[in-house]
Structure formats: structure tokens, C-alpha cells
């Protein structure tokens, strides 16, 4: 039987990245610092090792213990991390590192994998540990595992956008409110949760304020497509080559909240507020989750040609909305720590309809 470690296990990508790989036959090792539950329905069939991934005796002796064909690093960030990775894992038969779609610097539509120019990396950055030197950090490791397939190692990099879908559960069956589920790409904390905001106000409300003219745009990315591409890129990608995972169709803001609407099985009508508008009522575009963050500078949008060519296929969004949008409403999470204000959005509403 094929055997996969995964490094950093136990967070949103890492959980479904354990389930892909125990469905499709893997003997499965999870390396993580035992902060959080580790949740997937096969939980007692996951080896669960405690570690601190920068200590590069522990990858050792994990690697050693659990003898992978494939390992899985969901959890690097940082440049001198990449350091010890090449040397550590430099002879196993193949290794993933889940980088991000946020090492992209430039500008075009779309990003493409051999193309688009990736981050610097200052000596600064490099240490730092804020999301403002996230990308140029995730960046520097690429460069740092694809200098060292030239000396041997079979390593490939998956890049995905941000990651959204439903979180797996704890043992006893519970949502954990701590859990992470939309990230960066990997399983660095990004917008916490940031379809619960929308799925409430859509549930609760029948007009909604969306800044802009509703059509900025961030490409996203379902997690168990992620977790597929992840498997897909250990199978059959070639080492050296990096490859961008997200959603094969994309969408926009107003496209994300009529989704939930559908997947509520309810109608909502959405109200557009333009900055100076917004300003009325001392609302900002940038308090509204998944505006600001997802694209009201410039489109965000990967190509995905590359890994669907290795076979992988991304779900309809409108499948995977239903499926996110269900587990959030389970959760009983409302998404309020992202909530701008609803009195003075009504207020807002009230003046732009009567308008």
C-alpha cells in the first residue's frame, strides 16, 4: 500500500488533503504540533504524530517512522523552513509543497504558472510573520524547492487561490468554532470563515449591500478540489513544475451571494453602494468581506489549464456552494466578526431604494 505524510495535517486544507489520500488507498501519517483536533470520518485510520515542523530532526524521524512515497508540506512559510525541507526530504519519491496563488506580483488575467513574476523576498521579509510578507514568504519557497529539483529532488508545487468549502468535523461530530475554513492557499488563516457573513445576511435579510458595481472578482477555490489536486499533482506531475488550482469557473461577489441564495433555496436583492454612498452612513467598500480582499483593486484569476491536463477537474461551484453553504448553516456560525454594521446598512438600504 502507497503511504503519504502530510506536514501541517490537521488544518482546513490538511484535513481534506488526509481524506483524499485515505480514499484513494494511502496509509496516511499526519505530522502537526497537536494544537487542533484532527477531523476527518477516517480519523483512527491517520497516523498522528506531534511535532514542531522547523525542527528538522522530527521531519526526520517522522519520515523515517512513516517511509512516504508521497509527502504532503501544508505548513511552510517561511524561507528558512524551505531550508531544511530540500535537505530532509531530498530522496523521497516525491514531494508536494501547497504553496499559494498569492505569490503572484504582477497584474494579468490570467496568472499563469511559468508567466506571471512571483514575489521578492527581502532578508526582512523573510522573518516576518504578519499575511502583509505572506506571499513574498510563500514566494521565496518556491524558489527554494524548485532550485533543489536540479539537484534531485522530485518536488512539485501546488498553488492554490482562496479556499473555501465545508470544514470537517472533530471526533464527537462538532464544528469546531476555532477551525479555519478559507485560506490563502495552505493553511495560513486568511478570511476566517468568510462565507458565513453572507450566508446569514442572505438567510435573514431580503436586500443586501454589495460595494461596487458587484463584480469584483478573486478567484476561488473549492478545498476538496484543492485536496484533488494535491494527489493529482503527486501522481502525475513532473518535478519542477507548479500548478495552479482553483475554481474552473469564476466568480464574482454578486455571483457568490446569489449562490448562497440558491443554496438557501431563497431570492435576495442585492443593492449596490458605490464608496461615496457607503460613506453616508459611515460604512467603508473594504469593511464588506470578500470585496476588499477578493478583488476590488484588480481581478484575481488563475489558469488551471495545466493541472487539468494531468486529468483534474474542478466541482461546479454551484455543488460546491450547496455543500458549503449547508455546513455553515449546521455550524451555527453567523460570520459577525466580519460584519460592517447592519443598522447602518439598513439605514443605507432605506435611503438607496427610496431613492
Not at 506531534?50 to 508540506?73: E, I, K, Q, S
Not at 435579510?205 to 463584480?215: A, I, K, L, N
Not at 457607503?278 to 480582499?293: I, K, N, S, W
Not at 483593486?297 to 456552494?321: F, Q
Amino acid at each position: 500500500m502507497r503511504s503519504a505524510l502530510l506536514v501541517g495535517g490537521t488544518g482546513f486544507v490538511g484535513r481534506h488533503t488526509a481524506a483524499e489520500f485515505l480514499d484513494h488507498g494511502y496509509e496516511v501519517t499526519v505530522l502537526s504540533r497537536g494544537t487542533v483536533e484532527f477531523g476527518v470520518p477516517e480519523w483512527d485510520a491517520v497516523e498522528h504524530v506531534v511535532g514542531d515542523r522547523t525542527d528538522a530532526d522530527v521531519l526526520a524521524d517522522v519520515t523515517r517512522r512513516a517511509d512516504p512515497d508521497v509527502v504532503v508540506d501544508c505548513a511552510l512559510y517561511h524561507p528558512v523552513d524551505a531550508r531544511t525541507v530540500v535537505d530532509v526530504f531530498a530522496d523521497v519519491a516525491r514531494y508536494v509543497y501547497v504553496s499559494s496563488g498569492g505569490v503572484y506580483a504582477a497584474h494579468e488575467i490570467p496568472k499563469r504558472e511559468a508567466e506571471t513574476p512571483l514575489h521578492g523576498c527581502t532578508p526582512e521579509q523573510a522573518v516576518d510573520d504578519t499575511m502583509a510578507t505572506y506571499g513574498p514568504r510563500k514566494a521565496e519557497c518556491d524558489r527554494l524547492v524548485a532550485a533543489a529539483v536540479a539537484d534531485g529532488m522530485a518536488a512539485v508545487t501546488v498553488r492554490p487561490s482562496m479556499v473555501y468549502g465545508p470544514q470537517t468535523t472533530d471526533r464527537d461530530g462538532g464544528a469546531g468554532p476555532d477551525t479555519v475554513p478559507a485560506t490563502w492557499g495552505g493553511d495560513v488563516p486568511g478570511l476566517q470563515t468568510h462565507h458565513d457573513y453572507w450566508v446569514d445576511r442572505v438567510r435573514r435579510y431580503d436586500r443586501v449591500v454589495v460595494p461596487g458595481d458587484g463584480t469584483a472578482i478573486w478567484h476561488r477555490a473549492y478545498v476538496e478540489d484543492v485536496a484533488a489536486a494535491i494527489r493529482t499533482a503527486a501522481e502525475a506531475g513532473d518535478p519542477g513544475e507548479a500548478y495552479n488550482a482553483a475554481d474552473r469557473r469564476v466568480c464574482t461577489v454578486e455571483d457568490v451571494v446569489e449562490l448562497v441564495a440558491d443554496a438557501l433555496d431563497t431570492s435576495v436583492e442585492v443593492v449596490h453602494a458605490s464608496e461615496r454612498e457607503l460613506a453616508r452612513v459611515g460604512l467603508d467598500p473594504d469593511e464588506f468581506v470578500l470585496y476588499h480582499h477578493l478583488g476590488s483593486r484588480y481581478p484575481h484569476v488563475l489558469d488551471t489549464c495545466k493541472l487539468a491536463s494531468l486529468g483534474w477537474d474542478s466541482t461546479p461551484v454551484e455543488v460546491a456552494m450547496e455543500r458549503t453553504v449547508t455546513e455553515a448553516v449546521a455550524s451555527g456560525r453567523d460570520g459577525s466578526a466580519f460584519d460592517p454594521g447592519r443598522e447602518a446598512e439598513a439605514r443605507l438600504v432605506e435611503l438607496l431604494t427610496a431613492e
